[in-house]
């Protein structure tokens, strides 16, 4: 147990690191809006930088990327700490286990999304959200970070997939909450007209506007195939597929209010603003889904 | 940012207002509101902000548990607004239908354009139009419009997109299309909501869920299948700390006096037989039958333990040494007497006050099944007797708690469900993209001009397209 604590604890600190990299990259590009054409490719942001944030954001980078290593290890040594102890193999079986990875799938999709993109800005809030997911699990009290075996109820392979499935789609819209933040900071600095070179280095609001919807994309169907997974499981272990449950009553709720925001976003326009403003309280309803329905409301759930 | 690319394809008609309000009119402003995206916004937030309600308020309890915790006013309110069963209020399930309603009303009035737009070219467009999106170039090359337009379709079609081509008056109009599954995704996620729907009225109607208790070594009848189940056994596996690691039950189906199956089940595992399954879903102590019980025999003189017995259920043993011979006849968890039929019986299933019937036969001269207390050892005497009887310890027979279910809309639910996850991961990550090019002859090579739409994912498109732009720009004789 020990080993994967060890292990838990270096990526919420390499995390840190590279948070603080991150926003240490954002203060030091120079103001780069008077170079930038209209229309100039995004790809070319780089060449704006400065030698020293060029070389800050690439630390940042290798930071992330060797935090994440650590995560995926943390993840894999638990994996196997289960399986001597608890006959699973699913690191995500408890609230810490499932916050540790839910860290994990935010960060692995936001270095792909740095790879595919080449924006590091994203960075600041997108491992922040990432950081702060790794820090509420180290915050929880030791005998909830442990492997306890598991109750007879989860004891099944379902929890391999279903589990899983679910954390992704959380990660997803972290992910859009995360750019949600970040396009109200962005938009707010360009109404003051404010030229301080923290702002210069983001992406242009379009841009923003449109990850946060792709990220909204992904975890949408995500969820779908979650929750649907979940029926199924109920189907073998409670003897029904839905049972009003508050933990799946709230992934639905959940995933009523993305369906609302995309088909508000195909037909009537929602982006910009008013998507950034739903995409946060997405978000929020998302946390409330994951922790405030574990610990405030009682069900089926409870366990986990 | 996202274009309507239904007002860019269809040639929008004018509606002209017909006087008064015919049927058709009616007809058509009916499907229109039902059709709409604002009233699937308002039933998706409207169920969202409902659905919070029962996981608030616990569903299913009892009129006191409510009382207590929110008075008795606001109890009335909720047995007026059905919150204390909201899910199955009529309000509620209307709300589905109503999602229902309009997802398939949606379906009919959109559908036939995807469908349309994927057998149907679209060829024949005006530059006016090309010029009008919202992406879109114009590159002059060297060549003849022939040779442009074969190198172009030629590169959209390695590109994975459909070409039609027409060659008229004087230019050479492209049609490039791909991605049109999105769209048919989308729609196949709004069938699957009546789908889902309609296996889940299917199951309530045909199905049905019950709970029983058993007791090992039994056989129960399951009138609704018509067969026998025989309990054979109930066990707990720990872990090695002492927590539980799974509830087992071996079950025997008997049908017309033959064995048809026996299964292991446990907790993620039911047994299933002709469509009715059978899940492990609790156990318990039973409150009339007990394994063992430990009794103390005390002589009444001294005070002194005599001798201390484990007796089994119903199972005579005989002390030669105290010439007693004792039976445990009966066993109740929680003690009571009805008095008109001078019964005793056991109050609730919980263990509060247990009690045991023992038949005491001493010397062969004094019989007597006194109740024996487990929390009032001294309540009964028996007269006659040499000894005092006390009831230190048992070991209750375990039940175990089966579910019964049977849901003939199972299967439905699960094509909807496929419907569901196939038709959304269709159509988030696969987008309707269209090009239109109209390549006219100038004065040196050809002028041509793309434009283009997209249904989403408005970066990618525009990366394809600069990317377009500039493979034509290299298009050199």
Redesign the interface.
């Known amino acids: 147990m020990a080993r994967s604590l060890f292990l838990f604890d270096m990526t919420f600190w390499l995390y840190l690191a590279s948070l603080t990299l991150y926003i240490a990259y954002l203060f030091a590009r120079r103001p780069a809006m008077a170079f930038a054409a209209a229309g100039y490719?995004v790809e070319d942001y780089d060449e704006r930088d400065g030698a020293w944030a060029a070389q800050l954001g690439q630390v940042a980078t290798l930071v992330t990327v060797f935090g994440w290593m650590v995560n995926t290890a943390a993840l894999l040594t638990r994996a196997f700490e289960r399986l001597e102890h608890?006959?699973t193999f699913a690191p995500w079986s408890n609230q810490f286990e499932a916050m540790a990875y839910v860290s994990w799938a935010i960060i692995l999709g936001y270095v792909l999304l740095e790879l595919r993109y080449k924006i590091k800005a994203i960075g600041a809030f997108v491992v922040g959200i990432g950081f702060i997911a790794m820090g509420a699990a180290s915050l929880l009290p030791y005998r909830y970070q442990t492997a306890?075996?598991l109750?007879?109820?989860l004891?099944?392979y379902?929890i391999y997939i279903h589990v899983s499935v679910t954390l992704t789609s959380y990660a997803a819209f972290a992910m859009a909450g995360g750019l949600g933040v970040m396009y109200l900071f962005k938009e707010r600095a360009e109404q003051r007209g404010s030229t301080s070179r923290f702002y210069a280095a983001f992406p242009d609001l379009?841009?923003i506007?449109?990850?946060g919807?792709?990220a909204i994309?992904?975890g949408?169907?995500l969820l779908?195939?979650g929750i649907?997974l979940g029926?199924?499981?109920a189907?073998?272990?409670?003897?029904?597929?839905?049972s009003?449950d508050?933990k799946e009553?709230?992934s639905?709720?959940v995933w009523?209010?993305y369906?609302?925001y995309i088909?508000?976003?195909?037909?009537?326009?929602w982006?910009g603003r008013r998507a950034a403003i739903y995409a946060v309280f997405g978000f929020l309803m998302v946390i409330f889904c994951f922790w405030g329905?574990n610990f405030l409301?009682s069900?089926l759930h409870a366990y986990a | 940012m996202n274009g309507r690319p239904e007002t860019l394809s269809e040639q929008d008609t004018p509606r002209t207002p017909a006087p008064g309000v015919g049927w058709e009119e009616f007809s058509r402003e009916l499907v229109e509101f039902f059709a709409s995206i604002k009233l699937a916004m308002f039933l998706f937030l409207f169920i969202a902000m409902t659905a919070t309600i029962g996981t608030v308020i616990q569903q299913g309890e009892r009129p006191e548990t409510y009382i207590q915790e929110y008075g008795e006013d606001a109890y009335r309110w909720f047995l007026r607004l059905g919150f204390t069963d909201v899910y199955h209020t009529w309000w509620f399930t209307s709300l589905l239908g109503l999602l229902c309603v309009n997802s398939l009303t949606c379906f009919y009035k959109r559908f036939p354009a995807v469908w349309r737009s994927m057998k149907q070219d679209k060829v024949n467009v005006s530059l006016s139009f090309v010029k009008g999106m919202k992406q879109q170039a114009e590159v002059t090359v060297p060549g003849t419009k022939e040779s442009v337009a074969q190198r172009l379709a030629q590169h959209y079609v390695e590109k994975g997109y459909r070409v039609l081509a027409k060659n008229e008056g004087g230019e050479v109009t492209l049609y490039a299309t791909k991605g049109v599954m999105g769209r048919v995704g989308a729609h196949m996620a709004h069938l699957s909501a009546t789908v889902i729907v309609l296996g889940g009225l299917l199951g309530s109607y045909y199905g049905f869920q019950e709970f029983g208790v058993c007791l090992e070594g039994q056989t129960y009848h399951i009138p609704r299948g018509n067969f026998d189940l025989k309990v054979d056994k109930f066990w707990i596996d720990y872990h090695e700390n002492g927590s539980v690691k799974s509830y087992n039950s071996t079950l025997t189906v008997v049908e017309g006096g033959e064995v048809k199956m026996t299964k292991t089940i446990t907790v993620n595992d039911p047994l299933v037989y002709k469509g009715i399954w059978f899940y492990q879903s609790s156990y318990g102590d039973a409150w009339d039958q007990i394994e063992v019980a430990r009794i103390n025999i005390k002589d009444k003189e001294t005070e002194k333990i005599v001798k201390t017995i484990d007796l089994e259920w119903q199972k005579e043993q005989t002390l030669s040494d105290l010439k007693l011979k004792l039976a445990i006849t009966d066993f109740v968890a929680d003690f009571a007497f009805n008095s008109t039929e001078k019964k005793v019986y056991s109050k609730t299933i919980e263990h509060a006050n247990p009690a045991i019937k023992l038949t005491v036969n001493e010397r062969s001269t004094v019989q007597a099944t006194p109740w024996i207390f487990y929390q009032f050892p001294d309540l009964f005497e028996i007269k006659d007797s040499k000894y005092q009887f006390e009831l230190v310890g048992y070991k209750p027979k375990k039940y175990t708690g089966l579910q019964i279910a049977k849901n003939p809309g199972i299967n439905i639910v699960w094509i909807g469900s496929t419907m569901i996850v196939v038709g959304i991961t269709l159509s988030s990550f696969i987008y309707h993209r269209r090009l239109w090019t109209k390549i006219i002859p100038g004065a040196d090579g050809v002028t041509v001009h793309i434009g283009g739409t997209t249904h989403k994912s408005w970066i990618d498109f525009q990366k394809e397209f600069r990317k377009l732009t500039q493979t034509l720009r290299s298009f050199q004789a």
């Open positions: 490719p608890s006959g306890e075996p109750v007879p109820a004891n099944s379902w379009e841009t506007d449109e990850l919807y792709k994309m992904i949408f169907p779908a195939f649907i029926a199924m499981w189907n073998y272990a409670w003897g029904g597929y839905w009003w508050p009553t709230w639905l709720i009523l209010i369906g609302a088909h508000a976003r195909m037909t009537r326009g982006e329905v409301l069900g």
